[in-house]
């Protein structure tokens, strides 16, 4: 990956490690459903402009469908599976059955995209870097199975629908692929926001935190995705999601003053250590001399 790449890649890691501490803070006072319908609304909101500005709307004209399809696999499904399914497990098997979404992603690719034993270790190596890292928590309630099989079907939807960007929608300029996205997320997550209106006074803490997830977390966090997947590619783009548990650890370090132990040392060192494997350039494969050249190599 270029220095764009990678910097983009730490935008989104970062980006998309801050949710987890933002969702908690929002359902205090708003639902589920509502959190998320608000947060694309918000982002919407804030890339429509954007869009305008540089006159790339229309690249939407006769995309409808599969802009549908990235919506409900990259914004609707797995954001209202991974708000209700961690309802009924640990957050730290949360973050473990969403690192599954590189492995998804590099199985999904394997025709195009060959997995070498190099890229196959870093992707092995950084999920069980992942796996040190929060621990293996599989405490829940009696609805524990049901939700991680909910996280899980939103680490595979994630899967598809980087996949779908890069093969089916890579000619759409970042902006406009999110504001599509986003506004069509909204549209089909209003009806159920507004049956589930806020029923008491919201505080200051709430609503600020789905200011925080609208803007950074969606607008922002996806446009540098679609445009990671464009320089980098859908398998080394999923790898953010090794990241993101590294950054939910840190806000924890920092705000809460949790300890950092030898698990985390361990953990971060191996996710470090995967990510570098896996995002390694493919060797190219050894030319063959045509049949002309090597027939006169035979000559002398």
């Known amino acids: 990956m270029n220095r764009l790449a990678w910097l983009l890649f730490v935008l989104v ?65 797995p954001f209202l599976l991974i708000t209700y399914g961690e309802q009924h497990i640990s957050s730290s098997l949360t973050g473990i059955l969403i690192a599954v979404e590189p492995v998804a992603i590099a199985l999904l690719m394997a025709r195009s995209e060959p997995l070498g034993p190099v890229r196959v270790a870093g992707l092995m190596i950084g999920f069980a870097g992942v796996v040190v890292l929060v621990g293996l928590d599989v405490s829940g309630d009696r609805y524990g199975l049901l939700g991680a099989g909910m996280v899980l079907t939103a680490a595979i939807s994630y899967a598809v629908a980087t996949m779908l960007v890069q093969r089916r929608a890579s000619d759409v300029p970042p902006e406009t692929l999110t504001v599509g996205t986003t506004v069509i997320a909204t549209v089909v997550l209003l009806p159920f926001a507004l049956m589930n209106l806020p029923a008491g006074p919201v505080s200051t803490g709430s609503w600020s935190a789905l200011v925080a997830l609208g803007v950074f977390c969606t607008a922002v966090a996806l446009l540098a995705f679609y445009r ?30 949790e300890p950092i132990g030898p698990a985390t040392i361990a953990g971060f060192a191996l996710i470090v250590v995967g990510c570098w494997l896996s995002t390694r350039p493919s060797r190219p494969a050894p030319a063959t001399a045509p049949a002309r050249d090597l027939h006169l190599v035979g000559q002398d």
């Open 228 to 257: 990671l997947i464009g320089l980098a590619g859908p398998t080394r783009a999923g790898l953010v999601t090794y990241v993101n548990p590294v950054v939910a650890l840190g806000l924890g370090v920092v705000l809460l003053h």
């Open 13 to 77: 890691s970062a980006l998309w490690g801050v949710p987890y501490l933002l969702i908690k803070i929002a359902i205090v006072d708003l639902s589920p459903v509502f959190v998320v319908a608000g947060r694309t609304a918000i982002a919407a909101a804030v890339l429509i402009p954007i869009a305008a500005a540089r006159g790339t709307l229309g690249a939407l004209r006769g995309r409808l469908p599969v802009v549908t399809l990235i919506a409900m696999v990259h914004i609707v499904g």
